[in-house]
């Protein structure tokens, strides 16, 4: 399955999202953690030249 140990479920609205950590665009590790107490949009796309 790649990377992903398991398949993730989906989360209902208002459910507190699960631990993560990934790279930003300067490749400096974020973790939700980091932006407790604050609202967060996620936004992913694929990166340039790839299919999806």
Known sequence: MGLFKKK???LSPG?????FELQDHTGTTRTLA???GKRVLLWFYPKADTPG
């Open 8 to 10: 993730a479920a989906l």
């Open 15 to 19: 459910t507190a999202a699960p631990h």
């Open 34 to 36: 980091d932006y407790t």
